[in-house]
């Protein structure tokens, strides 16, 4: 008993009052399993709530995140206390030192603020695709200061989490499944306009990605007698929000065969050039 009393008095330094000996060392491997344990649990728990539908697995991604920081914070605090380094002591200590530094990093401040909002609101959440700055992507990861979007291109983008706060951005996936879209096509005066409504509606039956269903059928619209064309308007549901670019080209590779098909004309921008002749006296 003397011999596992020494080993764990055994000290690895000693400074003035403050010693850290192999009991201290135990105890923080001991809170530092602890809680890889509750986060494996707690993630277990809600890969069950996920696979039996009673809970989004967007949603859960943004709690387990929230949790995972939470105790990462407890279990810093935690860990100080056990090694003997006062947190009251050590905050009041730096107080000044912290002010100057939360004025010289409002901004990092002003973005982990928002990642909190962001993980508690669930506003955005990973799997969303979002538009920002003109930039559409794949939300991939939350942090606590920045968020990481997968743009159409494969390119990781970085963006701050004050942009999703402060700035207006487009969810693309906040409001509902199914999104809607359009193709706008000119066609030649004196073409037959049911005509052109019947082989637009029969494109957008080819394309699996667009929606069939009751409540979001394919419309066409005339949207105006152009300077040589007939211009129309093919609305269509998707959720293929993320990939939309590639399902509007196919969309148009249809169009343009089917026109050719039906003997239906693209026109393109005509101008009548008049010269007048005159003597040069």
């Keep these: 008993m003397n011999s596992i009393n020494s080993i764990l008095d055994f000290r690895f330094f000693e400074y003035k009052d403050y010693q850290f000996d ?8 001991v809170v530092l ?16 709530f996920v696979n039996s539908e009673k809970l989004d697995v967007r949603n859960s991604q943004s709690f387990f995140l929230l949790f995972k920081y939470l105790i990462y914070v407890i ?12 947190i009251t002591i050590l905050l009041a200590g730096s107080a000044a030192l912290l ?11 002003s973005d982990i603020i928002s990642g909190i909002f962001l993980l508690v609101d669930g506003s955005v959440k990973i799997g969303d695709v979002m538009e920002v700055d003109t930039l559409v992507g794949k939300v991939t990861q939350i942090n ?27 969810n ?25 409504r019947e082989v637009l509606l029969q494109c957008a039956q080819e394309i699996k990605e667009i929606s069939k269903s009751k409540n979001n059928v394919p419309n066409v619209r005339l949207t105006s007698f152009g300077d040589s064309s007939l211009d129309f308007q093919l609305l269509f549901w998707s959720k ?7 399902t509007k080209s196919d969309l148009r590779f249809i169009i343009a065969n089917k026109f050719m098909e039906n003997d239906i004309q693209i026109p393109f921008p005509q101008r009548d050039l008049h010269i007048k002749s005159g003597s040069l006296s």
Excluded at 22 to 29: D, K
Excluded at 99 to 109: C, E, R, S, T, Y
Excluded at 144 to 170: C, Q
């Design 240 to 246: 293929n929000v993320f990939l939309i670019e590639q």
């Design 144 to 170: 606590l200061r920045t968020s990481e979007i997968l743009t159409r291109d494969g390119i990781t983008i970085i963006v701050p989490n004050h942009k999703f706060i402060t700035e207006n951005v487009i």
């Design 33 to 48: 399993l602890i809680t890889r344990f509750l986060l494996f649990t707690v993630k277990s728990i809600i890969k069950r």
């Design 22 to 29: 192999v009991a201290h060392f135990l105890l923080v491997i």
């Design 99 to 109: 002010v100057g530094i939360g004025l010289g990093l409002q901004q990092i401040f």
């Design 75 to 86: 279990t810093i605090v935690i860990i100080l206390e056990i090694i003997g380094v006062k």
């Design 172 to 196: 693309w996936s906040h409001n509902a499944a199914l999104t809607r879209f359009d193709v706008n096509v000119g066609v030649a005066y004196g073409t037959n306009p049911e005509k052109v």
